[in-house]
């Protein structure tokens, strides 16, 4: 079992940063694929960005590309999404996620989310 726990969401106006942050706990693995989705009301659940534990490669939806950047600590089995750039169309709950590379985020393990608000 894998533990994961968010944290960092809050309010902020349009063109601010947050820093998300999830940390891991549990029968974590080098192998993982860590990432970061969202949900906005009456939408579904996108991924948002996502790292390899293992040699760090990340990958973005087009949407947060330039603005955003995830970011591992190894040492703290902590995963973070630096958000920049905000509009208010980033407003959701962001989840983390954690799945074995190959395998589907739905056979994975996922933290309870955390609200994200941009007011404009």
């Known amino acids: 079992q894998v533990q994961l726990v968010e944290s960092g969401g809050g309010l902020v106006q349009a063109g601010g940063s947050l820093r998300l942050s999830c940390a891991a706990s549990g029968r974590t693995s080098s192998t993982y694929v860590m990432g970061w989705f969202r949900q906005a009301p009456g939408k579904e659940r996108d991924i948002v960005a996502r790292?390899?534990?293992?040699?760090?490669?990340?990958s973005y939806v087009d949407s947060v590309k330039g603005r955003f950047t995830i970011s591992r600590d190894n040492a703290k089995n902590t995963v973070y999404l630096q958000m920049g750039s905000l509009k208010p169309d980033d407003t959701a709950v962001y989840y983390c996620?954690?799945?074995?590379?190959?395998?589907?985020?739905?056979?994975?393990?996922w933290g309870q989310g955390t609200q994200v608000t941009v007011s404009s």
């Open positions: 790292i390899n534990w293992s040699d760090g490669h990340t």
């Open positions: 996620a954690a799945t074995q590379s190959g395998r589907r985020w739905e056979e994975g393990y």
